[in-house]
C-alpha cells in the first residue's frame, strides 16, 4: 500500500513541475506583453482581443499553482 502511494505521490510531483515550468514561461510571456500593456492585439481569425485581459487570467492561474504548491509543501523547481 505504502509502495503505491509513494509512486503516485512522485506522479503527481512530477506533473506538478512540469505545470511550475509552463507557469514560469507563461510568467515570461505575461512580462512581455505588460509592456505593451492597454494596446490591442488582432488577428485575421478573431476580434480584438485586450492584452490586459488575457494577463490577468494568466495571473489567477499561476497563484493556483503557487498555492498547490504550498498546500502540499513542495519546493519549485527552477529552470
Given amino acids: 500500500m505504502t509502495m ?3 509512486i503516485s505521490q512522485k506522479k503527481l510531483y ?3 513541475v512540469i505545470l511550475e515550468k509552463y507557469c514560469i514561461k507563461l510568467e515570461k ?11 490591442k492585439k488582432s488577428s ?3 476580434e480584438n482581443i485586450s ?4 494577463t490577468n487570467q494568466q495571473k489567477k492561474q ?3 499553482v503557487k498555492k498547490l504548491f504550498d498546500k502540499y509543501k ?3 523547481v527552477n529552470i
Fill in 4 to 6: 503505491r502511494l509513494d
Fill in 14 to 16: 512530477e506533473k506538478l
Fill in 29 to 39: 510571456r505575461v512580462s512581455l506583453l505588460e509592456g505593451n500593456a492597454g494596446e
Fill in 44 to 46: 485575421s481569425k478573431t
Fill in 51 to 54: 492584452v490586459t485581459q488575457t
Fill in 62 to 64: 499561476t497563484k493556483k
Fill in 74 to 76: 513542495m519546493n519549485p
